[in-house]
Structures are given as C-alpha cells and as structure tokens.
C-alpha cells in the first residue's frame, strides 16, 4: 500500500528536536459549530464579548485566510479528520441522526496518526459523523464501528446534532444512562411509538420552530426525526455545555502524565441554542448571543484546566469552526431580531450552505507558548492539512490512497511559512477555488438563496470570479473581464477534481 510523509528540511529538524524532549507536546482542536468569522472579538466582534477566545488569539496565532472544505458540519469534518475531501466520497452530507459510520477502519485518519504515535486520543462532543454499520447502530447494545474503531481510545459523543434525535449521549460504545426495559427507537422516515411532536403539540414547547424540527419533543423542543423510549438517558440541552466541558477536563485530567490528542468538538453555537441559566441574558443578543458566550467560557475551562496542570507550555491548541454562520436556523430564538448590529459573518458574504466565503472561511487559531510566535497571518490555511501537517509533526506515515487530499503545512500552522497552501478548495454543493487571492466559483443550477434561512448561497448559471484582495465581500464579479484568469482557475479545479493535482 502506498504511503507518503512530506518533510521539509526545516520541519523535519524542528520536529526531531521536539521530539527528543522528554515530554512530546499534547494536541487540543476545539472545534466550535455554525461559528462566523465575525462571530468573536478578535476578528471584529463588537456586540458579544469572547475574552477567552480573544485571550487564546493574542498569545497565539490568528489566521485571516483558514478555510473548512464545506459549507456544512458533516463534510467538514469527514475532511478534516479523513485527509479527503467528502465530496469524492457519496453519502458525506448532512447525516441523519441514525447514519451508519461514514468513516471506517482500515483507512488513515488524524487519531490514527497520533494514536501510531503513542498520544492517548479522545473526542468529546459533537459526533455527526454517523455510527454502527449499515443500516445504523443498534442504540441498545454495543455500537460498533465508532470512534473507538478509526483511532479514539475515548469517546464521549452526541451522535448526530443538537436538533437531531437521538438525543442521547454515547460514551464509547454505549448509550449513558440508558434503561435495558425501556429501549430506544429512531426513525427519519416515518412515526414511530406514541411520543408528542411539535407539528401535533406546539403548546407543549418551549422553543417553536420556524421551519423544520416539529417532529419528537425532547426536553420541551422539536426535533429532526422521530425517538421513542431511552428516557432515562435523555439529555437536558441546558447541561451540554457543562457535561462536554467536564468530559473534555477530564481527559486532559487523566492523561496528563503522557502526550494526548482530544478533539473537542462543541454543540455551540448550533440550534437549538438552550444556553444554562447562568449564561442567559448575557450577551444581550438573545440566545445565539448568550451560547456564542458559553462557548467563550468552555474555551476558558480547557484552557485553564492546561494552565492548573501545567500543560499550557507542552501543549498546541487550535481553535476553529465547522462552517460559517447562519442565524435562523429552524427555531424561534430571536436571533434576527436581536442581532443589534452584529454581523456574523464580519466582513464576508454569504454564511453556512454558501459558496461565498463566509460558508467556509472560519475562525482559526493556533497556540503554542514558546513555540509559535503571537500575531495574524494571511496564509491560505485548509482544515483538510491536519492529518498530514500532524503527521510530519509526529513523524509518521499514512495511506495516500485514503486520505488523497491533505498536504503538510505545518510550517504554515506554526507561523514559519507565510504563504501556505497553493490553492483551497470550498464545496456548498457547487465547488469554489481559491488561490492567491483570486476567487473562481462554478456555475451551478441552484437558487440563488436560502429563503429559509436568508443566505445568499452563492449559485449563478455563470461563472463567478472574484480577486478578494481587492473585494473581499466578492461583490464585483470580474470573469467576464478578466478571461485569462478564468481560464487559469477552471483548468486547476478541473485537475483538482479529477485527482491531477
């Protein structure tokens, strides 16, 4: 099987010292949901306060031009963790709740490679990534394949989203709290058992929607998908935080002694936004508002549990999102009306399901105290780099075959390259290319807007391009001007597609 491990001269000497210390450096990906690139202080937030976040950006490395690969959670994070772009792979979009494994053993990932390295890896939080094998996973009994199967020695997961049944939480590869005689059901297709939905009982809500999720209420909220049994186990939305938070100290906790990789990945900011009680009221923007806060404040617990056990030198922290911002997303939150002025998506157009550049050019910081030097950097930086990066950085191999995609760019991740990746690729069901501060986005047949969620998607019946160093709100578009470049930018994506390049 073919393998492949780039090394740059610079990287392999200063991987190979770190590595000859007595203590390898632990690794932290806070991965937040539906985050906007103007959605914290420290990329021009005004309206919400994010010290912990702002705090994390000013000891560390802040990147302007970090991009996910999707528009949406599913994909970003089968690329992510994959090292392939989801699009090459059928069935990686948004998954239902009870989606069979949709990345599974056998292949490369990113815990595997810091697994082969003797890290002790975990995942805590949002899943959404699918379970068990075709079919979906029996919730009643062991759940085989999960994390445990593609390089997590822990998991402590949501399986889908917050809006998703089942609204269960699984710890390896059990469903916690779970009563034997009273079993769990799931279905997306049609009713199952008795349980009151949202569409039949709106007076039972607590938050109504405003379109979608009206069928199983949980917790006084209608969901995505139908749920009976599993009472027992069910979660309350306005402990997630907590419970994730706690989980994710805790495994810093038990594994201090030894290198560790967590991946904590949050359930903020997505909906339903149910902050606890003591974040209420906070941000005075709502609920988006207030959960954009209890995020801040689940950033400051990992971090200063790092600080407590004096891990905070010894360990790397990346901090980004999945995709970019949406504000109505299906509930009744007042996230529109009470915006005040704030704008999600700072200075981009569109935001999550977009082809524009706020659906995939997120929130991404790197810190590593003594390590990586504090400041901003504009280089092209792509989510879907980690595996190989951190496979340099570990000094291990991986399967090309399966992860085709990622390239290492760890220089770039540690501020010693300035440029980084030559191209980026963006999918929001038609497929962008970025490179050198030129835009080129694909006719596609699609509306040209998200009534539901008021999001310009981004799709036109004529080529798109865009130079953002000059218009980064991609409002002047330039490919009927400038046909060379055009040219230029469909030969590379139609290479890139095509696995040319």
Not at 160 to 176: I, L, W
Not at 194 to 217: Q, V
Not at 458 to 477: I, R
């Amino acid at each position: 099987m073919t393998k492949y491990l780039y090394f740059p001269l610079l990287i392999f000497f200063f991987a190979s010292s770190v590595f000859a210390q007595p203590t390898r450096p632990n690794v932290v990906i806070i991965y937040a949901d539906d985050l906007g690139y103007g959605d914290v202080g420290c990329y021009g937030a005004k309206k919400v306060s994010t010290p912990n976040i702002d705090k994390l950006a000013k000891a560390g490395l802040r990147f302007t031009n970090a991009h996910t690969s999707s528009a949406t959670c599913t994909p970003s994070r089968y690329s992510m963790l994959t090292g392939e772009y989801a699009w090459r792979k059928p069935g990686t979009g948004v998954a239902t709740g009870d989606a069979a494994a949709l990345i599974l053993p056998g292949r490369s990932t990113l815990p595997l490679v810091f697994q082969q390295a003797s890290y002790k890896t975990g995942v805590v939080g949002k899943w959404h990534l699918g379970l068990g094998p075709q079919g979906g996973p029996n919730w009643n009994g062991d759940i085989k394949p999960s994390p445990l199967d593609i390089g997590f020695d822990y998991s402590y997961i949501m399986a889908a989203t917050g809006d998703r049944v089942p609204c269960v939480y699984v710890e390896n590869r059990r469903v916690v709290n779970l009563d034997p005689s009273d079993p769990i059901q799931v279905s997306f297709k049609e009713p199952i058992g008795n349980e009151p939905t949202g569409r039949a009982n709106p007076e039972l809500l607590k938050m109504k929607h405003s379109h979608g999720h009206d069928f199983t209420i949980i917790n006084g909220i209608g969901r995505i998908g139908y749920m009976t049994g599993g009472k027992s186990a069910r979660w309350k939305d306005e402990d997630m935080a907590d419970i994730f938070t706690s989980k994710a100290v805790e495994f810093i906790e038990k594994n201090k002694a030894e290198p560790f990789f967590l991946y904590f990945s949050t359930q903020d900011i997505h909906v339903p936004r149910v902050p606890h009680q003591r974040f209420v009221g906070k941000s005075g923007m709502g609920p988006r508002g207030d959960v954009i806060v209890q995020l801040d404040w689940t950033v400051g617990e990992v971090m200063k549990a790092l600080d407590r056990l004096n891990l905070s030198k010894n360990t790397i922290v990346i901090f980004s999102s999945d995709n970019g911002p949406v504000v109505d997303d299906g509930y009744q939150d007042q996230a529109v009306e009470l915006l005040n002025g704030h704008t999600p998506a700072g200075p981009l157009r569109g935001g999550k399901y977009s082809a524009f550049d706020a659906g995939t050019r997120v929130p991404f910081i790197v810190r590593w105290p003594g390590q990586v030097k504090s400041g901003v950097s504009s280089a092209a930086v792509s989510q879907v780099d980690l595996l190989a990066s951190f496979a340099a950085f570990t000094g291990q191999s991986f399967d090309a075959t399966t992860a085709p995609d990622t390239r290492n760019q760890l220089a770039t991740l540690l501020g010693k390259d300035k440029k980084g990746r030559d191209f980026i690729i963006e999918h929001a069901g038609t497929f962008s290319l970025l490179k050198d501060n030129w835009k080129y986005i694909e006719p596609s047949k699609g509306p040209k807007m998200s009534i539901q969620t008021n999001t310009e998607l981004g799709n036109n019946p004529e080529p798109q391009l865009y130079d953002l160093s000059k218009d980064l709100g991609e409002t002047n578009n330039l490919a009927t001007i400038n046909t060379t470049k055009l040219k230029e930018m469909q030969d590379l994506l139609r290479d890139i597609k095509e696995k040319r390049k």
